[in-house]
């Protein structure tokens, strides 16, 4: 089953406009991570947020954590072409198997040059 | 640069054959997993390993699918007999859980399975 599902589905934007994507859960979790797949590529990760975190940077990636809504954002900045690709947040459960992650249905980010 | 690597890339199968995929993870990495990825329910865990054991394979049909490592350096994926509903793609990822400080999980670049 879903964990996580992801919202917009899909995203269309301009070269430097930045692109924010959203994920909710319904679980308590260990933390929470966001990867990126490339059409016909395996997934990458990100960045990772642990569950007493609030708010993560890495480069131009921006991931906030609220607990209590049980909701994650993601945020590019500056985005780029090469940006273009799905987004997939993922959640370790609390309570779970560790290590075991639940992958939402992605978004579909376009970034137009 | 360290990669999870599948073999093979693509495969395309008459319903009723065996099929086996196979992933080599990360030197030195103690957990590898089995995804599916289909457009319909997105990105599935079918098992996953710790130190070769299987931990939790609830995600697998048992009747027709198996996982196995055989030794450290390779996990098998075997679907007998497959059916057109087996059509994927087939993601192996490893990882190296140190607490909660180094839980990422590395993909491969997938297996395309196509079952006619």
């Known amino acids: 089953s879903q964990q996580g599902e992801e919202d917009p589905q899909a995203l269309s934007i301009q070269e430097g406009e930045n692109a924010t994507m959203n994920c909710s859960y319904k679980?308590?979790?260990?933390?929470l991570q966001w990867y990126r797949q490339n059409s016909g590529r395996g997934l990458v990760h990100l960045i990772l947020?642990?569950?007493?975190?609030r708010e993560k940077h890495s480069g131009r990636l921006r991931v906030t954590l609220d607990t209590s809504k049980k909701s994650s954002s993601l945020l590019i900045t500056a985005s780029r072409a090469a940006d273009t690709a799905s987004y997939f947040c993922?959640?370790?459960?609390?309570?779970?198997?560790?290590?075991?992650?639940?992958f939402g249905k992605g978004t579909l980010l376009t970034v137009n040059p | 640069d360290a990669r999870v690597t599948q073999t093979p890339r693509h495969k395309v199968t008459e319903m009723g054959q065996e099929v086996t995929m196979r992933c080599q993870p990360i030197?030195?990495?103690?957990?590898v997993f089995w995804y599916r990825q289909t457009m319909m329910q997105g990105l599935e865990l079918l098992a996953y390993?710790?130190?070769?054991?299987?931990?939790?394979d609830s995600g697998m049909p048992k009747d027709r699918f198996s996982a196995e490592m055989p030794d450290a350096t390779l996990a098998t994926l075997k679907i007998q007999p497959s059916e057109p509903r087996d059509s994927a793609v087939y993601f192996c990822?490893?990882?190296?859980?140190?607490?909660?400080?180094?839980?990422?999980?590395?993909f491969g670049p997938g297996t395309r399975l196509t079952v006619l």
């Open positions: 679980t308590s979790i260990n933390n």
């Open positions: 990822a490893s990882g190296e859980p140190t607490g909660s400080h180094h839980n990422e999980q590395f």
């Open positions: 993922a959640t370790e459960n609390r309570g779970g198997s560790n290590y075991k992650l639940t």
């Open positions: 390993f710790r130190n070769r054991a299987p931990l939790d």
């Open positions: 030197l030195g990495h103690n957990t």
């Open positions: 947020i642990r569950s007493n975190e």
